[in-house]
């Protein structure tokens, strides 16, 4: 079992060093009161940005080392966004790390770029699933706009416990956002973790609306439009018996 603080949070735009002042009281306040794993948003030190050639960073870069020496120093696990370029693409990836407090380094690049936005023509799609296991629990993130494709969590489900969501997910398709969240839960009998952003960036507003979801479906839920944390305990024991007292999922 773990629990896990997920951080609804504005950001400030294109300032990394800006974003980590923020954030490390909250990192470790939240880890102080007893997270094992928190999760930040989507592109957290930046914004979503498709000012790419400029914001991302390499593998080693600030962003990264940042998660990395924070999970170090708290002993817990944070996992976010962030754009970085990737050796041998043309294009940087938006890249998602999930930090350990050994050293670990697991990373997901977004898979399905929101072309709505533009975001393929300034960041490379990811190819593979990752799934990472943090004190017992089997944890597979995705990002944003993945969450619009079932297929993806379908594929990961039978060796998930509980899904990441980190996003950016603009105020105007709010009901789209709160939506697919409790489905993603509910169809694969799993834990969602979604993580929105609040305040503005790029000219769109964000109301966060981030939730901790359980795989019946109930939720622990943030207030709209501020900053908060949301706390939730991730049980893998709770969806193993889920999912043996409604096998529905061997039907598909």
Same mark, same amino acid.
């Given at each position: 079992?773990?629990?896990?603080?997920?951080?609804?949070?504005?950001? &400030? +735009?294109?300032?990394?060093?800006?974003?980590?002042?923020?954030?490390? =009281?909250?990192?470790? *306040?939240?880890? %102080?009161?007893? !997270?094992?794993? #928190? &999760?930040?948003?989507?592109?957290?030190?930046?914004?979503?940005?498709?000012?790419?050639? /400029?914001?991302?960073?390499?593998?080693?870069?600030?962003?990264?080392?940042?998660?990395?020496?924070?999970?170090? $120093? /708290?002993? !817990?696990?944070?996992?976010?966004?962030?754009?970085?370029?990737?050796?041998?693409?043309?294009?940087?990836?938006?890249?998602?790390?999930?930090?350990?407090?050994?050293?670990?380094?697991?990373?997901?690049?977004?898979?399905?770029? @929101?072309?709505?936005?533009?975001?393929? *023509?300034?960041? !490379? !799609?990811?190819? *593979?699933?990752?799934?990472?296991?943090?004190?017992?629990?089997?944890?597979?993130?995705?990002?944003?706009?993945?969450?619009?494709?079932?297929?993806?969590? +379908?594929?990961? $489900?039978?060796?998930?416990?509980?899904?990441?969501?980190?996003?950016? +997910?603009?105020?105007?398709?709010?009901?789209?956002?709160?939506?697919?969240?409790?489905?993603?839960?509910?169809?694969?009998?799993?834990?969602?973790?979604?993580?929105?952003? #609040?305040?503005?960036?790029?000219?769109?507003?964000?109301?966060?609306?981030?939730?901790?979801?359980? =795989?019946?479906?109930?939720?622990?839920?943030?207030?709209?439009? %501020?900053?908060? &944390? #949301? +706390?939730?305990? &991730?049980?893998?024991?709770? #969806?193993?018996?889920?999912?043996?007292? @409604?096998?529905?999922?061997?039907?598909?």
């Amino acid at each position: 079992m773990i629990r896990v603080a997920a951080v609804q949070h504005d950001i &400030v +735009w294109e300032d990394p060093p800006a974003n980590f002042d923020r954030l490390r =009281p909250t990192i470790e *306040e939240s880890v %102080e009161s007893g !997270a094992n794993l #928190v &999760v930040l948003t989507e592109m957290w030190s930046n914004g979503f940005s498709m000012n790419a050639e /400029t914001i991302a960073e390499p593998p080693d870069g600030a962003t990264a080392t940042f998660m990395l020496e924070t999970a170090r $120093a /708290t002993g !817990a696990w944070i996992a976010g966004s962030f754009p970085e370029h990737t050796l041998g693409r043309p294009l940087p990836t938006n890249r998602l790390l999930i930090a350990g407090p050994a050293g670990e380094d697991h990373r997901y690049s977004k898979i399905r770029p @929101f072309s709505y936005a533009g975001e393929h *023509e300034h960041y !490379a !799609a990811g190819e *593979e699933i990752i799934t990472v296991d943090i004190n017992g629990v089997r944890v597979t993130p995705f990002i944003c706009y993945d969450l619009r494709f079932a297929d993806l969590f +379908w594929g990961a $489900a039978a060796d998930t416990d509980c899904f990441l969501v980190p996003a950016n +997910w603009p105020a105007a398709r709010r009901e789209h956002w709160t939506s697919l969240l409790r489905a993603r839960a509910i169809e694969n009998q799993a834990y969602v973790v979604g993580v929105n952003r #609040v305040g503005t960036g790029g000219g769109l507003a964000y109301s966060g609306d981030s939730r901790i979801i359980d =795989p019946l479906g109930e939720m622990k839920v943030a207030p709209a439009g %501020e900053e908060a &944390v #949301v +706390w939730g305990e &991730v049980d893998p024991d709770h #969806v193993a018996q889920v999912r043996a007292k @409604f096998p529905f999922m061997q039907d598909r």
